[in-house]
């Protein structure tokens, strides 16, 4: 079966061409993350494939990505709230092969009907188009997800980086290796909203991702093995996707390193169930 890395970043140096969001230390604007660079990676650690998210609502690379290197990569976008023809920007990826979106939350008041959120319209398109939303959004917009789950059955939603619910906006750090950082407790306070959405809505998946961010320890993050855990018995190995975050880990603690998580945290799975993590449940996603 193909080995998928199920999410990860390549990007262009800001120019008018290529305009990007830009972090500081993480992702300056004269920082190049290149296909081919990732390319060798992939082949050095035996990937076969990976999805490519793109790091802002900016689409050009990404699309050129995927054109490039037809069957190697699947690409999902980032949505953007101010866009003012959301359904417009949807059909257009759609054309260029981009087969999913990120959302850092779904921008409504708790407690909101979820038919009354300027992204419903957008969401509803998505799942009659068999697009895959990305979610790395705060644990106070699940319960939106969640109503938008119960109106849009079927919508493939894939929650980010091992099921943390982080505030993007205000609580991301940079590391001394020019890693995002989220100084969470562990177990994280989201984790049982995470496995509630997971129990009641099988369209939802998760990343075995992430884990550098959120750990106080070193390598191979011991102290993520009861969430790491949790998640495995909420989801299942046929959805939860394997991904690396390339390129915030190239040096620390490598990239073959980053994969190899599955079998230091969840060594007693079966080979079957290894190999859907590492690639089927990605493949199952995804049209590459």
Known sequence: MDVVDGHLHLFKPVSDDYPRAIFDIMAPPEREETAARLLEAMDAAGVDRAVFCALSPHDRFLAEVLADHPGKFAGVAVYDFEDSDPLATLQRRIDAGIEGVRFYGLEGEPGSDPESLAVFPALAAMRDAGMKAWFYGPADQVALLDGCLELLPGLKVVLNHLG?????????????????????????????????????HPSVHVHLSGHYAFSGAPYPYRDLQETTDRIYAAFGAERMVMASDWPWIREEPGYPETLGVIDQLLGGISEAEREMIRGGTAMSLFNF
């Open 164 to 200: 943390f619910l982080p505030n993007m906006h205000l609580e991301l750090r940079v590391d001394d290796y020019r890693r995002p950082r989220f100084d969470m407790p562990l177990p994280p306070p989201g984790l049982e909203v995470v496995e509630a959405l997971a129990a009641k």
